[in-house]
């Protein structure tokens, strides 16, 4: 038995029918999904408005992103980065 999720797959018609699967489909999602978009410094909302200024990063996480997936994960919950 394979289960597959995606909530990104633009063909998953095409996917459950090359597999001979069942599709299943749901939009419901058991808590509401926050996104968004870090810019140098700079962390935004998805219409661009600045939500937070980071500090200067340190040498180990130039980036970031162990400090913005701490922030997230200290409060029991969970993150998904795009880099």
Not at 5 to 15: D, G, R
Not at 17 to 46: E, N
Not at 58 to 68: G, I, Q, S
Request: proline letters at 7%; charged letters at 15%; a negative charge.
């Amino acid at each position: 038995q394979i289960v597959g999720m995606s909530a990104t797959l633009p063909n998953v018609q095409a996917v459950a029918s090359w597999l001979g699967a069942q599709l299943y489909q749901t939009t419901f999602r058991p808590t509401a999904l926050d996104y968004f978009v870090k810019i140098g410094g700079h962390v935004t909302d998805p219409h661009g408005a600045e939500v937070r200024t980071l500090p200067p990063a340190p040498r180990e996480d130039k980036e970031h992103c162990a400090m913005l997936a701490w922030d997230v994960m200290k409060h029991g919950q969970s993150v998904l980065m795009f880099c």
